[in-house]
Protein backbone atom coordinates (compact mmCIF):
# COMPACT_ATOMS: atom_id res chain seq x y z
CA UNK A 1 0.00 0.00 0.00
CA UNK A 2 1.62 3.66 -0.62
CA UNK A 3 2.32 6.60 1.78
CA UNK A 4 2.22 10.03 1.76
CA UNK A 5 2.99 11.96 4.86
CA UNK A 6 3.07 15.87 5.71
CA UNK A 7 5.32 16.99 8.01
CA UNK A 8 6.26 20.76 9.33
CA UNK A 9 8.93 21.88 11.20
CA UNK A 10 8.79 22.55 14.89
CA UNK A 11 9.96 26.27 14.19
CA UNK A 12 6.92 26.67 11.53
CA UNK A 13 9.16 27.64 8.90
CA UNK A 14 8.98 25.29 6.10
CA UNK A 15 6.70 22.16 5.43
CA UNK A 16 7.89 18.58 3.47
CA UNK A 17 6.09 16.09 2.22
CA UNK A 18 6.96 12.47 0.98
CA UNK A 19 5.36 9.69 -0.76
CA UNK A 20 5.97 5.92 -1.63
CA UNK A 21 3.78 5.88 -5.00
CA UNK A 22 4.79 2.15 -6.02
CA UNK A 23 1.60 0.72 -6.54
CA UNK A 24 0.11 3.78 -7.96
CA UNK A 25 2.95 3.66 -10.95
CA UNK A 26 2.67 -0.21 -10.74
CA UNK A 27 -0.92 0.33 -11.56
CA UNK A 28 -0.66 2.79 -14.04
CA UNK A 29 1.85 0.52 -15.92
CA UNK A 30 -0.24 -1.93 -15.68
CA UNK A 31 -3.18 -0.09 -17.41
CA UNK A 32 -1.19 1.39 -20.38
CA UNK A 33 1.82 -0.51 -20.91
CA UNK A 34 4.14 1.84 -21.62
CA UNK A 35 7.88 1.72 -22.47
CA UNK A 36 10.52 1.77 -19.25
CA UNK A 37 10.87 5.20 -19.99
CA UNK A 38 7.36 6.68 -20.21
CA UNK A 39 6.45 4.77 -17.25
CA UNK A 40 9.60 6.84 -15.41
CA UNK A 41 8.03 10.15 -16.72
CA UNK A 42 4.53 9.25 -16.19
CA UNK A 43 5.50 7.78 -12.72
CA UNK A 44 7.21 10.99 -11.77
CA UNK A 45 4.45 12.79 -12.75
CA UNK A 46 1.74 11.31 -10.81
CA UNK A 47 3.96 11.12 -7.89
CA UNK A 48 3.73 15.23 -8.45
CA UNK A 49 0.05 15.76 -8.97
CA UNK A 50 -0.44 13.18 -5.62
CA UNK A 51 2.16 15.34 -3.45
CA UNK A 52 0.61 18.27 -4.78
CA UNK A 53 -2.81 17.13 -4.65
CA UNK A 54 -2.70 16.43 -0.90
CA UNK A 55 -2.24 20.30 -0.68
CA UNK A 56 -5.81 21.17 -1.90
CA UNK A 57 -8.01 21.92 1.11
CA UNK A 58 -11.46 21.12 -0.38
CA UNK A 59 -12.96 17.95 -0.85
CA UNK A 60 -14.10 17.80 -4.29
CA UNK A 61 -11.01 20.23 -5.28
CA UNK A 62 -8.55 18.58 -8.23
CA UNK A 63 -5.42 19.69 -10.03
CA UNK A 64 -4.50 18.43 -13.38
CA UNK A 65 -0.41 18.58 -14.77
CA UNK A 66 0.32 18.79 -17.98
CA UNK A 67 3.61 18.70 -19.93
CA UNK A 68 4.25 18.78 -23.20
CA UNK A 69 8.33 19.50 -24.34
CA UNK A 70 7.97 18.05 -28.23
CA UNK A 71 9.41 14.52 -27.16
CA UNK A 72 8.46 11.29 -28.57
CA UNK A 73 5.95 10.88 -25.56
CA UNK A 74 3.29 14.01 -26.29
CA UNK A 75 1.40 14.84 -24.03
CA UNK A 76 1.77 13.50 -20.28
CA UNK A 77 -0.77 14.24 -18.31
CA UNK A 78 -1.58 13.75 -14.59
CA UNK A 79 -4.85 14.21 -11.93
CA UNK A 80 -5.36 14.62 -8.62
CA UNK A 81 -7.85 14.77 -6.03
CA UNK A 82 -7.40 16.19 -2.30
CA UNK A 83 -6.51 12.52 -1.31
CA UNK A 84 -3.61 12.72 -3.66
CA UNK A 85 -5.72 9.92 -5.44
CA UNK A 86 -4.55 10.00 -9.09
CA UNK A 87 -4.83 8.95 -12.73
CA UNK A 88 -2.77 9.53 -15.85
CA UNK A 89 -1.95 8.77 -19.26
CA UNK A 90 1.09 9.46 -21.60
CA UNK A 91 -0.35 10.11 -25.46
CA UNK A 92 2.76 8.41 -26.98
CA UNK A 93 2.87 5.33 -24.38
CA UNK A 94 5.55 3.71 -26.36
CA UNK A 95 9.43 5.82 -26.96
CA UNK A 96 12.10 3.25 -27.12
CA UNK A 97 15.43 5.70 -26.95
CA UNK A 98 18.75 5.05 -25.68
CA UNK A 99 19.84 5.40 -22.09
CA UNK A 100 21.01 8.93 -21.14
CA UNK A 101 24.56 10.08 -20.22
CA UNK A 102 24.40 8.90 -16.77
CA UNK A 103 22.77 5.21 -17.73
CA UNK A 104 19.51 6.21 -17.13
CA UNK A 105 16.46 6.17 -18.69
CA UNK A 106 16.43 9.54 -20.70
CA UNK A 107 13.01 11.01 -19.37
CA UNK A 108 13.87 14.46 -20.41
CA UNK A 109 14.44 13.43 -24.45
CA UNK A 110 11.31 11.35 -23.84
CA UNK A 111 8.92 14.57 -22.74
CA UNK A 112 11.18 17.03 -24.63
CA UNK A 113 12.76 20.52 -23.70
CA UNK A 114 10.36 22.85 -25.91
CA UNK A 115 7.01 23.56 -24.43
CA UNK A 116 5.80 24.29 -20.96
CA UNK A 117 4.41 22.44 -18.12
CA UNK A 118 1.12 23.48 -17.36
CA UNK A 119 -1.08 23.04 -13.86
CA UNK A 120 -4.78 23.59 -13.66
CA UNK A 121 -6.25 23.64 -10.13
CA UNK A 122 -9.94 23.20 -9.79
CA UNK A 123 -11.08 24.88 -6.70
CA UNK A 124 -14.60 25.21 -7.01
CA UNK A 125 -14.75 28.19 -8.28
CA UNK A 126 -16.46 30.14 -11.26
CA UNK A 127 -12.77 29.45 -13.54
CA UNK A 128 -9.89 26.91 -12.79
CA UNK A 129 -6.42 28.73 -11.78
CA UNK A 130 -4.48 28.05 -14.49
CA UNK A 131 -0.41 28.40 -14.49
CA UNK A 132 1.76 27.50 -17.26
CA UNK A 133 5.83 27.92 -17.19
CA UNK A 134 7.85 27.25 -19.65
CA UNK A 135 9.83 23.52 -19.41
CA UNK A 136 12.94 23.82 -17.50
CA UNK A 137 14.86 20.21 -17.95
CA UNK A 138 12.19 17.75 -19.19
CA UNK A 139 12.85 15.75 -16.22
CA UNK A 140 10.02 16.82 -14.25
CA UNK A 141 11.36 17.56 -10.42
CA UNK A 142 12.59 20.65 -11.28
CA UNK A 143 10.13 21.81 -14.16
CA UNK A 144 7.93 21.19 -10.64
CA UNK A 145 9.86 23.85 -8.52
CA UNK A 146 10.17 26.38 -11.49
CA UNK A 147 6.22 26.74 -11.39
CA UNK A 148 6.14 27.26 -7.86
CA UNK A 149 9.14 29.50 -7.99
CA UNK A 150 7.31 31.71 -11.25
CA UNK A 151 3.32 30.68 -10.84
CA UNK A 152 3.38 30.74 -7.03
CA UNK A 153 6.20 32.76 -5.31
CA UNK A 154 7.05 29.73 -3.26
CA UNK A 155 10.43 28.83 -2.46
CA UNK A 156 10.48 24.69 -3.42
CA UNK A 157 12.43 21.64 -3.42
CA UNK A 158 11.25 18.97 -5.38
CA UNK A 159 12.69 15.21 -5.89
CA UNK A 160 10.43 12.17 -7.76
CA UNK A 161 12.06 8.79 -8.92
CA UNK A 162 10.48 5.94 -10.66
CA UNK A 163 13.12 2.56 -10.80
CA UNK A 164 11.89 0.39 -13.18
CA UNK A 165 12.47 -3.37 -13.52
CA UNK A 166 13.98 -4.92 -16.85
CA UNK A 167 10.60 -6.71 -17.14
CA UNK A 168 9.07 -3.28 -17.11
CA UNK A 169 7.57 -3.69 -13.85
CA UNK A 170 7.89 -0.96 -11.34
CA UNK A 171 10.73 -1.48 -8.33
CA UNK A 172 9.74 2.01 -6.41
CA UNK A 173 8.70 5.23 -6.76
CA UNK A 174 8.29 8.36 -5.13
CA UNK A 175 9.02 11.94 -3.98
CA UNK A 176 9.21 14.82 -1.74
CA UNK A 177 8.30 18.38 -1.87
CA UNK A 178 9.55 20.61 0.33
CA UNK A 179 8.54 24.26 0.50
CA UNK A 180 9.33 27.15 2.87
CA UNK A 181 6.52 29.23 4.53
CA UNK A 182 6.60 33.00 4.64
CA UNK A 183 7.70 32.86 8.55
CA UNK A 184 11.27 31.41 6.79
CA UNK A 185 14.52 33.10 7.29
CA UNK A 186 17.79 33.19 5.70
CA UNK A 187 19.12 30.72 7.90
CA UNK A 188 16.20 28.11 7.20
CA UNK A 189 17.49 28.31 3.69
CA UNK A 190 20.72 27.76 4.46
CA UNK A 191 19.88 24.65 6.97
CA UNK A 192 17.57 23.68 4.10
CA UNK A 193 20.53 23.62 1.32
CA UNK A 194 23.36 22.26 3.73
CA UNK A 195 20.91 19.18 4.42
CA UNK A 196 19.98 18.36 0.60
CA UNK A 197 23.47 18.84 -0.72
CA UNK A 198 24.66 15.41 -0.14
CA UNK A 199 20.93 13.98 -0.78
CA UNK A 200 20.68 10.20 -2.18
CA UNK A 201 18.18 9.53 -5.16
CA UNK A 202 14.27 8.95 -3.51
CA UNK A 203 14.70 5.67 -5.57
CA UNK A 204 17.95 4.91 -3.38
CA UNK A 205 16.20 5.69 0.07
CA UNK A 206 13.01 4.05 -0.73
CA UNK A 207 15.41 0.56 -1.91
CA UNK A 208 17.06 1.27 1.48
CA UNK A 209 13.44 0.23 2.80
CA UNK A 210 13.01 4.10 3.92
CA UNK A 211 9.10 5.19 4.93
CA UNK A 212 8.49 8.43 3.46
CA UNK A 213 8.13 9.85 7.02
CA UNK A 214 11.61 8.44 7.20
CA UNK A 215 12.63 10.18 4.21
CA UNK A 216 11.28 13.32 5.45
CA UNK A 217 13.64 13.05 8.15
CA UNK A 218 16.57 12.13 6.52
CA UNK A 219 16.06 14.45 3.80
CA UNK A 220 15.81 17.34 6.43
CA UNK A 221 17.91 16.22 9.15
CA UNK A 222 18.40 19.79 10.99
CA UNK A 223 14.85 20.36 11.42
CA UNK A 224 13.03 18.95 13.70
CA UNK A 225 9.64 17.55 12.02
CA UNK A 226 6.13 16.94 12.99
CA UNK A 227 3.84 14.69 11.18
CA UNK A 228 0.75 16.94 10.12
CA UNK A 229 -1.24 13.89 8.33
CA UNK A 230 -0.65 11.04 6.25
CA UNK A 231 -2.87 8.82 3.99
CA UNK A 232 -2.77 6.13 1.37
CA UNK A 233 -3.33 7.16 -1.86
CA UNK A 234 -3.49 5.20 -5.13
CA UNK A 235 -4.21 5.20 -8.90
CA UNK A 236 -8.22 6.11 -9.04
CA UNK A 237 -10.35 6.58 -12.58
CA UNK A 238 -13.53 8.31 -12.11
CA UNK A 239 -14.78 7.42 -15.11
CA UNK A 240 -18.54 6.31 -15.93
CA UNK A 241 -20.99 5.94 -18.25
CA UNK A 242 -22.86 9.05 -17.61
CA UNK A 243 -19.04 10.99 -17.87
CA UNK A 244 -18.84 9.54 -21.24
CA UNK A 245 -22.65 10.70 -21.98
CA UNK A 246 -21.58 14.16 -20.96
CA UNK A 247 -18.49 13.86 -22.41
CA UNK A 248 -20.22 12.77 -26.04
CA UNK A 249 -23.07 15.82 -26.13
CA UNK A 250 -19.95 18.33 -25.73
CA UNK A 251 -19.11 17.27 -29.46
CA UNK A 252 -21.96 18.61 -30.83
CA UNK A 253 -25.43 17.59 -32.83
CA UNK A 254 -23.22 17.48 -35.82
CA UNK A 255 -20.56 14.97 -34.57
CA UNK A 256 -23.22 12.90 -32.50
CA UNK A 257 -25.23 12.02 -36.20
CA UNK A 258 -22.37 11.10 -37.29
CA UNK A 259 -21.63 8.74 -34.81
CA UNK A 260 -25.67 7.43 -35.11
CA UNK A 261 -24.69 6.62 -38.50
CA UNK A 262 -23.09 3.31 -37.06
CA UNK A 263 -24.10 -0.14 -35.57
CA UNK A 264 -21.27 1.04 -32.51
CA UNK A 265 -19.24 3.34 -31.06
CA UNK A 266 -17.21 2.28 -28.66
CA UNK A 267 -15.22 4.98 -26.53
CA UNK A 268 -12.35 4.34 -24.01
CA UNK A 269 -11.23 6.23 -21.22
CA UNK A 270 -8.26 7.66 -21.69
CA UNK A 271 -7.10 6.76 -17.80
CA UNK A 272 -8.10 3.43 -17.14
CA UNK A 273 -8.81 2.21 -20.98
CA UNK A 274 -12.47 0.72 -19.64
CA UNK A 275 -15.04 0.81 -23.12
CA UNK A 276 -18.08 1.92 -23.50
CA UNK A 277 -20.54 0.70 -25.86
CA UNK A 278 -23.17 2.75 -27.60
CA UNK A 279 -25.65 1.38 -30.31
CA UNK A 280 -26.76 3.89 -32.76
CA UNK A 281 -30.53 3.94 -30.96
CA UNK A 282 -28.27 5.43 -27.72
CA UNK A 283 -26.58 7.60 -29.78
CA UNK A 284 -29.94 9.17 -31.02
CA UNK A 285 -31.26 8.65 -27.32
CA UNK A 286 -28.47 10.94 -26.18
CA UNK A 287 -28.77 13.48 -29.47
CA UNK A 288 -32.65 13.95 -28.37
CA UNK A 289 -31.28 14.49 -24.81
CA UNK A 290 -28.77 17.17 -26.18
CA UNK A 291 -31.59 19.31 -28.21
CA UNK A 292 -34.27 18.71 -25.57
CA UNK A 293 -31.33 21.21 -23.23
Known amino acids: ?19 DTTQMVETAQEIHKPSAVVTAALGRLLTAASLMGSMLKGKDD ?27 YAANPIVEIPLNSKGKLDVATAVGKDGSLTVIKDLGLKEPYVGQVPIVSGEIAEDITSYYAI ?11 VLVNPDLSVKNAGGFIIQLLPTASDDTIDKVEEDIKDIPPVTAMLSDGLTPEEICKKVLPNFELEVLDESSPEYKCNCSRERVVRALISTGVDELNELAKDENTEVKCQFCTKAYNFSSADIKEIIKKATEK
Open 1 to 19: MDKLVRCISSDGTLVIMAA
Open 62 to 88: SITLRINGGGEAGTVLAVSDSDGNTRG
Open 151 to 161: SEQIPSVCALG
